[in-house]
């Protein structure tokens, strides 16, 4: 598994059955008024809890820059503004 991914638990999803934590070779998952809790600096991202975990309550993040997410954003509205052009063009076309 990638360093830079991060897991996290989602609360929503999360029993607190513990599967996760006795799997877990770093014990680095300990329940914590009934939920599954991370600890980032013993986990060694082995994935292992992603695996056990009965309701897909672990899942993986990946920390994207500000400046990533603005050019991905960026890139996307260019290629939308480009598709919309190309239907009018094509779209006048087809009227004319």
Known sequence: MNDNVILQVRKDLC???G?????????????QSGQAKIARNK?????????VCP?????????????????????LKDRAEGIIARIEKLTGQIRA
């Open 15 to 17: 029993l607190g059955c």
């Open 43 to 51: 986990c060694n991202h082995c994935g292992l809890c992603l695996n």
């Open 19 to 31: 599967l996760c934590a006795e799997s877990c070779p770093q014990q680095a998952i300990s329940l």
């Open 55 to 75: 309701q897909g309550a672990i899942v993986e993040l990946l920390p994207v820059s500000g400046r990533d997410l603005q050019d991905t954003v960026n890139g």
